[in-house]
């Protein structure tokens, strides 16, 4: 009886020499449990711990179980690296930026930009922009504009302006250092400058006059335009003001004249601006003619408006 007992003894401390406690840290999860299994491999195989070949797993697969084995699996996920015009997929585990670069095949230049610090650890979905810089330096010349300067002229009419002199830009000589992000240029920085061509100031004289006379007539008036006139006759309509067409009525932009202004055009006479029309934009002006062979000999003319007081 005491040989059974020795027996079944020895029996039962080998049984408890084979199994061991491990713990199990995946996905998340810890799981602790004492088993019979071999290998590491053999543990997640029996815990349905399906593995990726992109998976990290620590101790190896092929790691004999110890007591109070900790097996730490770490997932692998994809990042995506972009770079050259390119977009790869790199499957990885968290690893410094860098190490995902490099097993990309992206060398980085010295002013190359990264979206991502280099020694931060990559993490699932993460997405890696590569931005190339380059630079250089290179001289240009560029255009030196020209100022201008108004002068009085007392014998131009209020709103008229005359050119004295013409101005002519200068040039300017330059090195300039030019920044370029992925080949497009994001940065120009002047690094010197000569004026090898000075600017000519333009000299423009402008009209003071406010009265002036014709024939007879003694015009008081706020400024006189220049204004492209075309004419038109009956068309079945009123004008915009409500009014019946007729001669002295002229249709205008109200940016430029305001409805119900008086005003005093050469070749037609005193006029009100009471219409305006779709094709009438800036300095334009239509006047009314009472026949269609008169407004084809008015034709198409420059004139001056005087916008009476």
Same mark, same amino acid.
């Given at each position: ?11 039962l401390v080998t ?9 199990i ?20 195989? $029996? !815990?349905?711990?399906q &593995?990726?070949?992109?998976? =990290? %797993?620590?101790?190896g697969l092929?790691? *004999?179980?110890?007591?109070?084995m ?5 997932r692998?996920?994809p990042v ?8 790869r ?8 930026v ?11 230049g ?5 979206s $991502? !610090?280099?020694?931060? &650890?990559?993490?699932?979905? =993460? %997405?890696?922009?590569v931005?190339?810089? *380059?630079?250089e330096?290179m ?10 300067e108004?002068?009085?002229?007392n ?11 013409r ?14 992000h ?8 002047? &690094? ?16 003071t ?16 335009m ?14 915009a ?12 932009d109200?940016?430029?004249i ?12 005193f ?39």
């Amino acid at each position: 009886m005491g040989i059974g007992i020795a027996v079944i003894t020895l029996t039962l401390v080998t049984y408890s020499c084979l199994e061991k406690s491990v713990t199990i840290k995946v996905d998340g999860k810890v799981i602790e449990q004492r088993t019979f299994k071999q290998t590491v491999g053999e543990v997640l195989e $029996a !815990n349905n711990i399906q &593995l990726d070949p992109h998976d =990290q %797993v620590t101790p190896g697969l092929q790691a *004999a179980v110890k007591e109070n084995m900790v097996i730490n699996v770490v997932r692998a996920f994809p990042v995506t690296v972009i770079a050259d015009g390119e977009t790869r997929e790199i499957i990885s585990i968290p690893v410094k930026v860098e190490n995902v670069l490099q097993q990309a095949g992206i060398e980085l230049g010295e002013r190359d930009l990264v979206s $991502a !610090n280099l020694d931060d &650890l990559t993490s699932g979905g =993460q %997405v890696i922009k590569v931005t190339r810089v *380059a630079e250089e330096t290179m001289e240009v010349t560029t255009p030196v504009p020209y100022s201008r300067e108004y002068v009085n002229d007392n014998n131009l009419e209020m709103g008229l302006t005359r050119t004295v002199s013409r101005g002519k830009p200068g040039q300017m000589r330059q090195v300039v250092k030019v920044t370029y992000h992925d080949g497009e240029e994001v940065k120009r920085e002047v &690094l010197s400058s000569e004026l090898i061509k000075p600017p000519v100031k333009e000299v423009v004289a402008r009209g003071t006059i406010t009265s002036v006379s014709r024939g007879s007539l003694r015009l008081d008036f706020q400024r006189v335009m220049m204004a492209e006139a075309t004419a038109y006759t009956y068309t079945g309509r009123n004008t915009a003001t409500g009014k019946r067409p007729a001669v002295g009525l002229v249709s205008v932009d109200p940016k430029v004249i305001p409805m119900g202004t008086r005003l005093y055009i050469e070749g037609y006479g005193f006029a009100t601006a009471a219409d305006r029309g779709s094709s009438i934009k800036g300095n334009k002006i239509d006047v009314f003619l009472e026949s269609k062979e008169a407004c084809i000999k008015w034709g198409r003319r420059w004139v001056k408006v005087y916008v009476l007081k």
